[in-house]
């Protein structure tokens, strides 16, 4: 599905060239569920960005499902980004004074064809996420796990076949963001590709398969034998509340 | 269809934002509300001069005796207007339709009986009536006979009639004017007051060779009127009139003249005053608070672009293009201005009823000044929202998600 070929990234400011990806060559297969790791300044955010079709590199191959996007125009990769990739990002990225509804309607804002259906189909995707109960709240009105499941409910929108997903649970106590663990243990059950952006190994266990970025490059790449099960640790959780 | 749709988000910025929205178009507001009412004032102004025109007449030249610039009134002492100028002018012009001389004198005794006045005295040629298109409403009027046999007849005023005579029929009856007796042999019909507000009906009229011969003992005229046949030839033939008495009473530019010439360009400029640069000035002021909003808006545009770099980021990472980030904050300025138009031009148009119970002057509320604000508007949210638009436009994915 995702193939990445000698993928290298500088940064020129003014004069000083950075090397952020040294030639990052990887697959993803589709149904994968990946964690790329990596401290800090590694350049797992650039990596996240060109996987996302929203950054460029500046050498190196990148195809998506037989598709190549280095060569794709701004406003191709736009539309590509619409409805082929959903994004969550770290601080949930809502946009504040709109309803959880109008919030996971927003791509559909952009797509070539505006759905009828569109807000049974937010509904939907709401209630996926278990927010069914909360579909006219306003950010400020939801937790920091709600607002988290409004992003993923809004990513899902358009059904993509790659959720990128980058720290999704950094701004997150360690219950709501276990949650949200479940949620893509869940939604990779069903078949959807998910690539996760973590720096944290515990994060990083949930998933399939773990990218570890050093200075630029891989320097590894394993399968996770015994995944983290997160909804076995919810079970945990919701134990302890009960003693 | 998908166009409206990401318009209808810079709408909902702008409702999600009110106080904001409200800065940002209170420009608008105060200079499109100004507009309105400084071009209603102006159209008030400008049916004044109209109507002052209109009633002056568009056809009509007026000679005055002794000279000045502008809406000249006759000067009593200047002796040099003679009924020869008129006769030249008669014979050296063409497309009049009348041109008849009047003798004025005011404050005359007049005395019916034992009641007395002081009296203006029109002595006029027979045509009077016809130019000034002033008939008698009883009895008759002044005839070419009356001025070949020098007639000691007069026409009154309804007001004088009133003071002489009051509800009593005065034709057939005798006058003294001055030491002069005359037999009354008509009354004129009732004039409305004058645009200056004068009171016309306080008059009497008399036979011009009488009045030169036997009342003033004068040979020269307060005034000539001409009336043309077409109003386009006035100016031309104002000018005319000028070269010809310029010659006939030696006078050579730039020495003063001892006549003016009064036409409705004249009457319509008195009555305009000062206004209409005055009006012109504001309205250019107005469009300068209009444009200052529109700096002020394309400002707190640029700070909301800035601030809201993050969702333009995550906009674009939805799938949003650069088109549609431009549309959506194209719109946001395009609808600060309109609806700041709407709401100016509500509050002109109240300001435009209002003002003119509270000062002296005449609005006429017109559809044009309204049309006229939503262009401006519309032009003013298009060059000041431009900016704004395209730099969000231009914000790379990537950097507005840093």
Known sequence: MIELEGIEKTYDSGGVVTPVLRGVSFRVGAGEYVAIMGTSGTGKTTLMNILGCLDKPTRGRYSFEGTDMIALDDDTLSHFRNHKIGFVFQQFDLLERTTALKNVMLPLLYADEYPDDAQERAEKALAAVGLADRVHYKPNQLSGGQQQRVAIARALINNPHLLLADEPTGNLDSKSGTEILAIFKQLNREGRTIILVTHDQAVAEHANRIITLKDGTIADDRAVAQPHDAEAELAIFSKGENR | ?402
């Not at chain 2, 799938?319 to 709401?343: D, H, K, P, Y």
Request: charged content about 20%; glycine content about 10%.
């Open chain 2, 1 to 402: 269809m998908r166009l409206s749709r990401i318009a209808g988000e810079g709408v909902r910025a702008l409702a999600a934002h009110k106080l904001r929205t409200f800065f940002m178009m209170v420009g608008t507001i105060v200079g499109i509300a100004a507009l309105t009412v400084i071009l209603a004032i102006g159209k008030g102004t400008q049916r004044e001069v109209m109507k002052s025109v209109n009633a002056f007449g568009a056809r009509l030249i007026k000679i005055n005796a002794g000279g000045g610039k502008g809406y000249t009134k006759p000067q009593p002492g200047v002796v040099t207007l003679k009924l020869e100028d008129a006769d030249a002018i008669r014979s050296a012009i063409t497309g009049w339709d009348i041109v008849t001389c009047v003798a004025q004198k005011g404050a005359v005794p007049a005395k019916a009986g034992d009641r007395q006045c002081e009296t203006a005295v029109f002595a006029v040629d027979s045509d009077w009536h016809e130019a000034m298109e002033w008939p008698a409403k009883e009895g008759e009027e002044i005839a070419p006979e009356d001025l070949a046999t020098m007639a000691h007849v007069c026409v009154l005023g309804t007001r004088l009639a009133k003071t002489l005579f009051g509800e009593d029929n005065p034709v057939g009856s005798d006058i003294q004017i001055g030491n002069v007796r005359f037999r009354v042999k008509g009354v004129l019909i009732h004039h409305d007051a004058s645009p200056g507000g004068e009171d016309e009906n306080h008059r009497v009229v008399i036979p011009l060779t009488t009045g030169l011969r036997r009342l003033y003992n004068q040979n020269h005229l307060t005034y000539i009127r001409v009336r043309m046949k077409n109003a386009d030839d006035v100016p031309a033939t104002a000018e005319q009139i000028r070269r010809l008495l310029h010659e006939r009473h030696h006078v050579t530019p730039p020495e003063t003249d001892d006549f003016s010439i009064v036409t409705a360009k004249e009457v319509a400029d008195a009555a305009r005053g000062i206004s209409g640069t005055l009006t012109a000035l504001l309205a250019a002021l107005a469009g300068l608070g209009l444009l200052v909003g529109g700096v002020v808006m394309m400002n707190i545009l640029l700070i909301s672009v800035t601030e809201r770099t993050r969702e333009i980021g995550l906009r674009r990472a939805l799938g949003a293009t650069r088109q549609a980030i431009f549309v959506q904050f194209l719109t946001e300025s395009l609808s600060v201005t309109v609806i700041g138009a709407v709401f100016g031009g509500a509050l002109g148009w109240g300001v435009s009823v209002l003002l003119p119970r509270f000062v002296k002057v005449i609005t006429v509320i017109s559809w044009e000044p309204f049309a006229l604000a939503v262009v401006f508007a519309l032009g003013v949210g298009l060059i000041f929202g431009v900016q704004p638009a395209r730099r969000a436009a231009r914000l790379h994915p990537v950097e507005a998600l840093r």
